[in-house]
């Protein structure tokens, strides 16, 4: 009789230890809840960062930059489909910086050197950080690269490109309408 009461305890206590195992997985799996939101529509708050510079001295917070409309592109520089989508974000840069607009490149699972001669052959002004650690990477739920956040000047995250877009009109539609969502 012990012995089975025994058992049912440890069963029991089982059974709670996995419960609240999946109920911390799944209550802390923010970056699925990123990508279900915007397929939903909704338009969750982006992930705050605060990354080095890896085209200059320093850091950037992207809370710093609440107000504007930020084109968020995460790439590697052995990432092909990144040097192809290169030429479209500068070009989407150089059209709506003066607009207050923030195109900001994070780098990710890649070496510095090789980065900066990325930035080098494809002529990339805009700024770019460097995520030494995958924090950010998995904070936004990415599954690969590249892949592109629009977030509006509330913070918000109004669209994701998951993959390359190499067209600029694409980029400047994504653009405008998170422009049109500024108060």
């Not at 900066?116 to 739920?141: I, M, S, W």
Request: aromatic fraction near 8%; include cysteine.
């Amino acid at each position: 009789m012990g012995s089975r009461r025994h058992q049912a305890v440890l069963l029991g206590s089982l059974v709670v230890f996995l419960g609240l195992l999946v109920f911390v997985t799944v209550r802390t799996n923010r970056p699925a809840s990123l990508t279900v939101a915007l397929a939903r529509g909704e338009t969750p708050v982006a992930p705050l960062l605060v990354l080095p510079r890896l085209d200059a001295e320093g850091s950037l917070d992207l809370g710093a930059l609440r107000g504007r409309v930020v084109v968020l592109n995460f790439w590697s520089s052995w990432c092909i489909p990144c040097r192809e989508e290169a030429p479209a974000l500068e070009a989407t840069w150089q059209r709506y910086r003066e607009r207050g607009v923030m195109v900001l490149g994070v780098n990710v699972q890649d070496l510095t050197p090789a980065a900066l001669r990325f930035l080098h052959e494809t002529k990339t002004t805009y700024p770019t950080v460097r995520d030494k650690d995958n924090t950010v990477y998995r904070a936004y739920g990415l599954t690969g690269v590249p892949e592109t956040f629009f977030v509006d000047g509330s913070g918000r995250i109004v669209r994701k490109f998951p993959g390359a877009v190499t067209d600029p009109q694409e980029w400047f539609r994504a653009v405008e309408a998170a422009l049109a969502r500024q108060p």
